[in-house]
């Protein structure tokens, strides 16, 4: 895997779309539609399925196992990081609720 820098016309790319989907396809010279896109400072390279990515920050990959990998592997930290925040989302309402009760009580 690489960062999506030095990319050419033509150069076909595997990358993460949204960090949710795999998905392959043509680096192109211009937007193939008018729909309008983001620039970048470091700069756009727009794709010939109407995508683009974002260079030195897009993650380029050598092949759809290695993208199935690092995807899974971020999906995994995706899930710890929410997990934890059920954890503390419902220790919260339950101390919320417990107030309630407390003040109703008075």
Same mark, same amino acid.
């Given at each position: 895997?690489? *960062?999506? +820098?030095?990319? *050419?016309?033509? #150069?076909e790319?595997?990358?993460?779309?949204?960090?949710?989907?795999?998905?392959?396809?043509?680096?192109v $010279?211009?937007?193939?539609? #008018?729909?309008?896109?983001? $620039?970048?400072?470091?700069?756009?390279?727009?794709?010939?399925?109407?995508?683009? !990515?974002?260079? +030195?920050?897009? +993650?380029?990959?050598?092949?759809?196992? $290695?993208?199935?990998?690092? !995807?899974?592997?971020?999906?995994?930290?995706?899930?710890?990081?929410? $997990?934890?925040?059920?954890d503390?989302?419902?220790?919260?309402? +339950?101390?919320?609720?417990? *107030?309630?009760?407390?003040?109703?009580?008075?």
């Amino acid at each position: 895997m690489r *960062k999506a +820098t030095d990319l *050419k016309v033509g #150069d076909e790319v595997i990358y993460l779309w949204a960090n949710q989907e795999i998905k392959t396809s043509t680096v192109v $010279e211009k937007p193939i539609d #008018d729909n309008e896109r983001p $620039e970048f400072g470091v700069g756009r390279i727009d794709l010939a399925n109407g995508d683009y !990515l974002v260079n +030195t920050r897009t +993650t380029i990959y050598e092949s759809t196992d $290695e993208a199935k990998e690092d !995807l899974i592997k971020h999906l995994e930290e995706l899930i710890k990081e929410y $997990e934890g925040k059920k954890d503390f989302i419902d220790i919260s309402i +339950t101390l919320f609720k417990s *107030k309630i009760e407390a003040l109703k009580k008075k």
